[in-house]
Nanobody, 127 residues
């Protein structure tokens, strides 16, 4: 079992930055692909970014590419999402997620591929 706890959310003005963190418990973190998803009110949960278990492959949604960066520190069991040039449309609850299957290949964009989820952290961007 893996438990995920997000932090770092908050309120910023457009153009600002935030860094989200996701701390994972459990010994399988270093072998798990990790992802970030978000959900705005009235919308479905959508993919944001994901990183392979060894950090050597990342994928991003087109809407955040070149603005957001996902990274991980396996020694700290933590995955990060650096968000720059934030826009009002980035406002959402951000969720961290982990795959259960170890050592998978290209990170998935599908929410169904992830088995463990955090409780989410709110990000609000004002214009």
């Amino acid at each position: 079992q893996v438990q995920l706890v997000e932090s770092g959310g908050g309120s910023v003005q457009a153009g600002g930055s935030l860094r989200l963190s996701c701390a994972a418990s459990g010994r399988t973190f270093s072998s798990s692909t990790m992802g970030w998803f978000r959900q705005a009110p009235g919308n479905e949960r959508e993919f944001v970014a994901a990183i392979r278990w060894n950090g050597r492959s990342t994928v991003y949604a087109d809407s955040v590419k070149d603005r957001f960066t996902i990274s991980r520190d396996n020694a700290k069991n933590t995955v990060y999402l650096q968000m720059n040039s934030l826009k009002p449309e980035d406002t959402a609850v951000y969720y961290c997620a982990a795959e259960k299957s170890p050592f998978t290949g290209v990170p998935s964009r599908r929410a169904s591929a992830y088995d463990y989820w955090g409780q989410g952290t709110q990000v609000t961007v004002s214009s």
